[in-house]
Nanobody, 117 residues
Framework: QVQLVESGGGLVQPGGSLRLSCTAS????????LGWYRQGPGKQRELVAT???????NYADSLKGRFTISRDNAKTTVYLQMNSLKPDDTAVYYC???????????WGQGTQVIVSS
C-alpha cells in the first residue's frame, strides 16, 4: 500500500500562482511515477504532470510552460508549481502514484483549486 498526502490547494485570482505538494509513504517500489491529475467540473480526469523515479517528466501539452513538476531529494514528495492560472484550471487536483513493477495505481484524496476573481 501507498499513502498519499496532498496540500496546497485553494482560491486564487486569474494570473496568480499556487504550489501543490504530495508526499508518498508506504510500499514505494523502485520503479514508479508520482504526479498529478485533475478533474474539472463536468469533465473527465486528465493528466497534469508526472515524474518517474528516474526523473523523466511528462506534461499535458496544454500546460507546458505554465506548470512545473519537481521533487525532493528523497523522491517521495512532488511539487506542482502552477503559474498564470486561468479559470479553466479550476479543478480537483489528485496526486497519483503508479507502480511500474505491479501496475497498481494509488490516489490521494484530492485538493481543490479554484481560479476566480
Amino acid at each position: 500500500q501507498v499513502q498519499l498526502v496532498e496540500s496546497g490547494g485553494g482560491l486564487v485570482q486569474p494570473g496568480g500562482s499556487l504550489r501543490l505538494s504530495c508526499t508518498a509513504s508506504g510500499s514505494i517500489f523502485s520503479i514508479y511515477s508520482l504526479g498529478w491529475y485533475r478533474q474539472g467540473p463536468g469533465k473527465q480526469r486528465e493528466l497534469v504532470a508526472t515524474i518517474t523515479s528516474g526523473g523523466y517528466r511528462n506534461y499535458a501539452d496544454s500546460l507546458k510552460g505554465r506548470f512545473t513538476i519537481s521533487r525532493d531529494n528523497a523522491k517521495t514528495t512532488v511539487y506542482l508549481q502552477m503559474n498564470s492560472l486561468k479559470p479553466d484550471d479550476t479543478a480537483v487536483y489528485y496526486c497519483n502514484f503508479h507502480s511500474y513493477e505491479n501496475g497498481n495505481d494509488y490516489w490521494g484524496q484530492g485538493t481543490q483549486v479554484i481560479v476566480s476573481s
